[in-house]
């Protein structure tokens, strides 16, 4: 079935760059588009880029100068690395698999991890 | 990038009672729309995609509806396992945006 496991450090120190590791099974990414969505706690969800099936990559504005998601699609995972972290982007990180039939719409989640910004 | 406005921001009701949640988009979204439902400590479940169609396994007693900028969630005769947080959130344009939620509780 279609799974997906986010895996992280817990605690990273202010300015510093955050790297999450998204491992997916029961599809292909060269086949579904990966979301990364985050969450600060308490409050709503941020989309935060996609890697495209085609191996492409898209981001929120906001965060683009930034963020880089690459893949490797022989481990069947998807990176994220974020630099200059500040208090701000404490929040729990998700990677989701897009819908097959129409982009935009992440249908299976990963269960997050909760990244704290402290020093 | 498209600007979601949820309302209410909390809710309370009655087990069986049939709530209401609203949408709007700042601009014309098309049926764009998708609604997703967060229980405490777990990660989005989704619902609702296209406005109005519901996702495999979700229960019938929940559905969607509108157009345009403005749309909506029903949930009818409330059960306990329905209380949750509750999101809306456009794909008609990139970047995917999300309403702030609605935080659904037990009277």
């Known amino acids: 079935q279609v799974q997906l496991k986010e895996s992280g450090p817990g605690l990273v120190q202010p300015s510093q760059t955050l790297s999450l590791t998204c491992t997916v099974s029961?599809?292909?990414?060269?086949?579904?588009?990966v979301h990364w969505v985050r969450q600060p706690p308490g409050k709503g969800l941020e989309w935060m880029g996609v890697?495209?099936?085609?191996?492409?990559?898209s981001y929120n504005s906001a965060l683009k100068s930034r963020l880089s998601i690459s893949r490797d699609t022989s481990k069947s995972q998807v990176f994220l690395k974020m630099s200059s972290l500040q208090t701000e982007d404490t929040a729990t990180y998700y990677c989701?698999?897009?819908?097959?039939?129409?982009?935009?719409?992440?249908?299976?989640w990963g269960q997050g991890v909760m990244v704290t910004v402290s020093s | 990038d498209i600007q979601m406005t949820q309302s209410p921001a909390s809710l309370s009701a009655s087990l069986g009672e049939t709530v209401t949640i609203e949408c709007r988009a700042s601009?014309?979204?098309?049926?764009?729309l998708a609604w997703y439902q967060q229980k405490p400590g777990k990660s989005p479940q989704l619902l609702i995609y296209?406005?109005?169609s519901l996702h495999t396994g979700v229960p019938s007693r929940f559905s969607g509806s509108g157009s345009g900028t403005q749309y909506s969630l029903k949930i009818n005769s409330l059960q306990s396992e329905d209380v949750a947080s509750y999101f809306c959130?456009?794909?008609?344009?990139?970047?995917?945006?999300f309403g702030a939620g609605t935080k659904l509780e037990l009277k």
């Open positions: 989701a698999r897009d819908n097959e039939h129409t982009t935009g719409i992440p249908d299976y």
């Open positions: 029961g599809f292909s990414l060269t086949s579904y588009h």
């Open positions: 890697m495209w099936s085609d191996g492409d990559t």
């Open positions: 601009e014309d979204i098309y049926n764009g």
């Open positions: 296209n406005a109005n």
């Open positions: 959130q456009q794909y008609y344009n990139y970047p995917p945006t």
